[in-house]
């Protein structure tokens, strides 16, 4: 179970609202290099404070995504719900794919997946409204666990698998079980539970087991330091030698397989639907909207 961080670009694929980026960038560096009298006397204005960190060579923009680190977040700059408003009306604004309006664009379940309206302000932070009614991220706060960053940052695994592979399969099911049962290192566990994680194809055609990508806590080999080839490994979870072993991201949270990372990665597919795996999955667009949520969502 997986992720990739590498970037396609399809030069072909219609343009997102990244284009101006592009412009703002050149417009700050225009306005340092005009000199003293292109920027704002406010000696704590923005421009100022842009043209001291480029002078002190705390600024290398290179591409969009530089640009949105340098100028947008790491400055703070309020996002406006009018931005948030024009990335879910925009095709391929997270990657190839149709706009989330498409899918999502009414409370009413019958017409709209999971009855996600994501055409309004209102509708986003409502989040889906059939049931289970789920928010969709806690306004204020970092989304990236929460099922936003999820779905626009998680790929169902195995990876590669695709979005038509039911999510309620017999291995999946005993998954969840097992989890809401407590996740115990018992019988279940040892003759029904631990195969599955090192069986090819078990949660899906023509897939790998998922112990070939995490077979023990050292990167590399073991993706994410994880090993999911015995019980121990499993509830250690994510990292343990990078973050440190009591701050490992623990995959399984027994009773809870809704939070339990594992679980999370084996039925949420990432959006838009049929993404291929290898797309960004920290789009500029996806940090700006991550950004929006920190900043409290305003609809504004």
């Not at 970092?142 to 940052?153: F, H, V, Y």
């Not at 920290?282 to 929006?292: K, R, S, V």
Request: proline share 8%.
């Amino acid at each position: 179970m997986t992720q990739s961080t590498g970037t396609k670009i399809d030069s072909a694929r219609p343009t997102t609202p990244m284009r101006w980026l592009a412009g703002l960038a050149a417009l700050a560096l225009t306005l340092v290099l005009s000199g003293p009298g292109a920027l704002a006397d406010d000696d704590d204005s923005l421009a100022d404070q842009l043209a001291d960190d480029i002078r002190a060579g705390k600024v290398a923009i290179e591409g969009d995504h530089a640009a949105v680190s340098e100028l947008i977040l790491k400055r703070n700059l309020p996002i406006p719900y009018s931005y948030v408003e024009t990335l879910m009306r925009t095709p391929n604004a997270f990657g190839p794919g149709p706009a989330c309006i498409v899918c999502h664009s009414t409370g009413d379940p019958a017409k709209s997946y999971r009855g996600l309206d994501l055409s309004t302000c209102d509708g986003i932070k409502a989040g889906s409204t059939e049931a289970p009614q789920r928010a969709l991220f806690v306004a204020g706060e970092d989304p990236k666990r929460e099922i936003l960053g999820r779905r626009l940052r998680n790929n169902r695994m195995p990876l590669g698998v695709q979005f038509n592979v039911p999510t309620d399969s017999a291995p999946i099911v005993a998954i969840r079980d097992w989890i809401a049962a407590g996740a115990n290192n018992d019988d279940n566990f040892k003759s029904n539970i631990q195969k599955l994680f090192t069986t090819a194809n078990t949660f899906g055609p023509d897939t790998p087991a998922c112990a070939e990508c995490h077979m023990s806590n050292q990167e590399p080999p073991s993706f994410h330091e994880l090993d999911l080839t015995t019980y121990d490994g499993i509830m250690l979870g994510a990292d343990s030698v990078a973050k440190g072993v009591d701050k490992a991201t623990k995959v399984i949270i027994p009773g809870e397989p809704d939070k339990s990372g594992v679980f999370q990665h084996l039925v949420e597919d990432r959006m838009p639907p049929g993404i291929d795996p290898t797309e960004d999955r920290d789009h500029p667009n996806t940090q700006i909207l991550f950004a929006w949520v920190k900043q409290g969502a305003q609809c504004k």
